[in-house]
């Protein structure tokens, strides 16, 4: 493994006032979010959807990695310019989802575990040709009566510790996301609890795993009440929280943890880092950015509406979103910028 690669990708991907783009939906939620706006749900219509996000006009300001999908990496301009090309030029570092979504775990009703594993050492040499240099593999964690279970904790931190050795191995940074769900009616207190048990589990697994922590970002989420939940914590209370929480079970060598943004509306994803980065960025051993794709996406792709003339319009939403969500990774963002 070559530490020095790992570590000048990352460096460029943490770089001050930017976070990464998670525009790896797959083709399933991709067809989910474009029949919930009537947007055609056809591969030209993918292509054209990535098309507009890579060629807004100073997305580079924000953006420092761009996460593509398979289908997506491999996809070029009307003008059939390489979308790794386009985003290299722009000084956007390309990455890649390579884990292959989720099943339900066998023996464990209502849990999932992610697939993806197996000849994944040959799709990341393919991929480095293709120009990606990180990856992304996403668990997922589900808060309900009774579960999580061990089980599914232990099997998909393992299967993200396996992720992370082969990219180590590959010279692809990982960007692990053991992604603890907000769907439910759960309180923050629970979010808490189960948040810290996966991350300790995975640091674990992933020291088992003789994975070099300085080679590697974290994408976790938030600490945060369930969607359903009735009391809503206030935008303190969650920067607080997910501060202590990390603090508790996050190395010091990890270089940086980028925040999905799972489903909360984009302004209050924005709030929460940013007040996590105003009360504590001075105090924290790694670097807190984002890696979000609704809080990025929304609203404009509902600007876009699968329509060229409101490209121009939609990216400047983008534009926009990506700036207050750069603020907020320094700290500066205001509720008037909206
Ligand atoms: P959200 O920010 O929409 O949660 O997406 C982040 C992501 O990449 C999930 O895997």
Not at 139 to 168: F, K, M, W
Not at 319 to 331: D, F, M, P, T, V
């Amino acid at each position: 493994m070559n530490l020095q690669i790992l570590t000048d990708t990352i460096k460029e991907m943490l770089a001050e006032g930017k976070g990464l783009l998670a525009m790896d939906e797959s083709t399933g939620t991709c067809t989910k979010r474009f029949a919930a706006l009537g947007i055609p749900q056809t591969i030209e219509m993918r292509r054209k959807f990535r098309q507009w996000i890579i060629t807004t006009p100073g997305l580079n300001e924000s953006i420092s990695g761009a996460i593509l999908f398979d289908e997506t990496i491999r996809q070029c301009t009307d003008e059939g310019i390489p979308f790794t090309d386009v985003l290299k030029k722009a000084g956007i570092v390309p990455g890649i989802k390579v884990d292959e979504g989720t099943v339900p775990m066998p023996a464990f009703p209502n849990e999932e575990i992610t697939e993806g594993l197996d000849r994944l050492r040959n799709r990341l040499d393919e991929y480095k040709k293709l120009g990606a240099r990180f990856a992304k593999w996403r668990a997922v964690i589900r808060i309900a009566e009774n579960i999580p279970t061990d089980g599914c904790i232990d099997a998909n931190v393992h299967a993200l510790s396996r992720y992370a050795a082969l990219c180590q191995e590959a010279g692809v940074v990982p960007v692990v996301e053991p992604e603890v769900l907000m769907d439910g009616n759960h309180s923050l207190e629970r979010c808490f609890e189960v948040t810290e048990k996966v991350l300790k589990s995975l640091f674990l697994q992933l020291h088992i795993q003789r994975i070099a922590l300085e080679g590697m970002i974290l994408k976790p989420n938030m600490v945060i009440q369930g969607a359903d939940a009735i009391k809503k914590s206030t935008v303190e209370e969650v920067a607080e929280a997910t501060i202590q929480c990390f603090l508790e079970s996050v190395p010091a060598a990890v270089p940086g943890v980028a925040f999905l943004s799972g489903g909360q509306s984009p302004q209050l994803a924005t709030q929460h880092l940013n007040e996590m980065n105003r009360r504590f960025k001075n105090k924290l051993p790694w670097v807190v950015t984002f890696s979000f794709s609704r809080a990025i996406e929304y609203p404009a792709i509902e600007i876009w509406n699968g329509k060229d003339e409101h490209v121009e319009k939609a990216q400047k939403f983008l534009y926009h979103r990506a700036k207050l969500n750069s603020a907020a990774r320094k700290g500066e963002y205001k509720i008037e910028m909206e």
